[in-house]
């Protein structure tokens, strides 16, 4: 962005239309168009597989804050940043401050589930300011590949630590405590 351009706002993003998600990365207002179908699928299978043993602590150890696209206020001159899912360890968001619009603390965990028109903006701007907060681990998935990919934090920055495609049963950290069957990712 040169100097002399405006830096995207708040209400830029209340100004876009309901239809598209808006996000301000690094000063610039992205609109993408809202997840299709099946992204949508993905992200809701994924999060009812980690909301029992991850957030109600049934078959699995819990202690997650666990939110399907929080809007989150990440950094001083705050990037607004929409990820598919993401979670925050319970020792470091006690309650999850339901009167907010926003949440301003980073997550521990994101999972951004790709598309054409939001792949570039995943594996690069978002991929930074979410490294730029040291959120500790970032997965991305890809329903046309059906693949996901495991990243974690190391030095200021995210090392892959893992990738599977197909149907195969994972068991992929911070969630390694129980296995993870792709397959029903994938699933109409």
Same mark, same amino acid.
């Given at each position: 962005?040169?100097?002399?351009?405006?830096?995207?706002?708040?209400?830029?993003?209340?100004?876009?239309?309901?239809?598209?998600?808006?996000?301000?990365?690094?000063?610039?207002?992205?609109?993408?168009?809202?997840p299709s179908l099946s992204c949508r699928n993905v992200t809701s299978v994924l999060a009812g597989?980690?909301?029992?043993?991850?957030?109600?602590?049934?078959?699995?150890?819990?202690?997650?804050?666990?939110?399907?696209?929080?809007?989150?206020?990440?950094?001083?001159?705050?990037? @607004?940043?929409?990820?598919?899912? *993401?979670?925050? =360890? &319970? #020792?470091? %968001?006690?309650?999850?401050?339901?009167?907010?619009? !926003?949440?301003?603390?980073?997550?521990?965990?994101?999972?951004?589930? @790709?598309?054409?028109?939001?792949? *570039?903006?995943? =594996? &690069? #701007?978002? %991929?930074?300011?979410?490294?730029?907060?040291?959120? !500790?681990?970032?997965?991305?998935?890809?329903?046309?590949?059906?693949?996901?990919?495991?990243?974690?934090?190391?030095?200021?920055?995210?090392?892959? %630590?893992?990738?599977?495609?197909?149907?195969?049963?994972?068991?992929?950290?911070?969630?390694?405590?129980?296995?993870?069957?792709?397959?029903?990712?994938?699933?109409?």
């Amino acid at each position: 962005m040169s100097d002399c351009a405006r830096r995207a706002t708040y209400q830029d993003v209340l100004d876009t239309p309901p239809n598209q998600v808006a996000e301000v990365l690094n000063g610039v207002l992205h609109a993408t168009p809202r997840p299709s179908l099946s992204c949508r699928n993905v992200t809701s299978v994924l999060a009812g597989e980690l909301y029992l043993p991850f957030r109600r602590g049934i078959k699995g150890p819990g202690r997650w804050a666990l939110l399907v696209e929080p809007e989150l206020h990440l950094g001083t001159d705050p990037d @607004i940043v929409i990820p598919d899912i *993401a979670a925050w =360890r &319970r #020792d470091r %968001m006690p309650q999850i401050p339901m009167r907010n619009a !926003a949440i301003f603390l980073a997550p521990d965990w994101v999972c951004e589930v @790709i598309s054409p028109s939001t792949e *570039a903006l995943d =594996r &690069r #701007d978002k %991929m930074q300011i979410y490294a730029r907060e040291l959120v !500790a681990h970032y997965w991305l998935i890809d329903p046309r590949l059906r693949r996901l990919e495991v990243y974690r934090m190391e030095a200021g920055s995210f090392a892959l %630590m893992a990738a599977w495609e197909g149907d195969v049963t994972v068991r992929a950290a911070p969630f390694d405590a129980v296995e993870i069957e792709l397959g029903v990712l994938w699933q109409e």
